[in-house]
């Protein structure tokens, strides 16, 4: 592949923009300026490094967020920062996109990836990948209200019952919530439903994905690929 396509494959701006990037000595291969945009190279593993900043080639981008409060799943906010605004340039302009958007209150694991397959695998209702939720409540968390989640709640824009796949209590006002389903607002609608108040709402895991506690809130860094989501065979049980 030429460089001058990599660099664009890579989010480095127009065609043109990544031909003047290296005719303007800005791009080095293994520590040397490489100044010929059709200078041939292998992708697969290259790492070169732009404006003074190593930059890994992927074919897709697959990228693991810990989103902060006070940021929104939006490339238009209304009221809060873009959670996009956490993202280097060459990614934003790759149009990474948000698996599974998470209220702006809301913390914890997001996903973003440019890959339009993986998108509708994480999303589809029939393939039920669990997603797994820390759930602060304004009043005590009791067995009935776990056992109202499980067996499914009503929600007023659904005649059909709304279920948990998984829930227990972890604290006196804190529950854990797995939920294969992705409806809008649902962990606080459902928690309403069964009688209490969702406070505070983090999102732990993602299918097989667990997010690392070394990573901070409003960090990022790159996934391997769907193997790292889905499990080897597939999204693995939530726990």
């Given amino acids: 592949m030429r460089l001058a396509q990599v660099l664009f494959s890579q989010g480095f701006g127009t065609r043109r923009e990544c031909d003047n990037l290296i005719l303007a000595g800005e791009v080095r291969l293994h520590g040397e300026v490489v100044d010929d945009p059709a200078h041939e190279v292998d992708p697969h593993g290259l790492v070169f490094n732009v404006e003074g900043k190593d930059w890994p080639f992927h074919e897709k981008a697959y990228v693991l967020m810990h989103k902060p409060a006070?940021?929104?799943?939006?490339?238009?906010?209304?009221?809060?920062?873009?959670?996009?605004?956490?993202?280097?340039?060459?990614?934003?302009?790759?149009?990474?996109?948000?698996?599974?958007?998470?209220?702006?209150?809301?913390?914890?694991?997001?996903?973003?990836?440019?890959?339009?397959?993986?998108?509708?695998?994480?999303?589809?209702?029939?393939?039920?990948?669990?997603?797994?939720?820390?759930?602060?409540?304004?009043?005590?968390?009791?067995?009935?209200?776990?056992?109202?989640?499980?067996?499914?709640?009503?929600?007023?824009?659904?005649?059909k019952p709304v279920s948990a796949a998984a829930c227990e209590i972890v604290g006196e006002r804190q529950l854990r919530l797995t939920l294969t389903q992705g409806k809008y607002h649902q962990v606080k609608r459902m928690v309403a439903a069964a009688g209490n108040e969702v406070l505070s709402l983090h999102r732990s895991r993602f299918g097989a994905l667990v997010l690392p506690d070394d990573l901070a809130p409003g960090q990022w860094r790159w996934l391997a690929g769907p193997q790292d989501i889905l499990g080897s065979g597939g999204a693995a049980p939530a726990r």
Avoid: F, M, N
């Fill in 70 to 159: 006070g940021h929104e799943c939006s490339h238009r906010p209304s009221a809060w920062p873009s959670i996009y605004t956490l993202l280097p340039s060459p990614l934003r302009l790759r149009d990474v996109q948000a698996v599974g958007r998470l209220d702006q209150d809301t913390t914890g694991l997001l996903i973003l990836t440019d890959d339009g397959a993986l998108i509708h695998r994480l999303t589809s209702p029939k393939k039920h990948v669990p997603k797994v939720y820390e759930v602060g409540t304004a009043q005590p968390v009791t067995e009935g209200q776990v056992a109202q989640l499980l067996a499914g709640v009503v929600l007023h824009d659904d005649p």
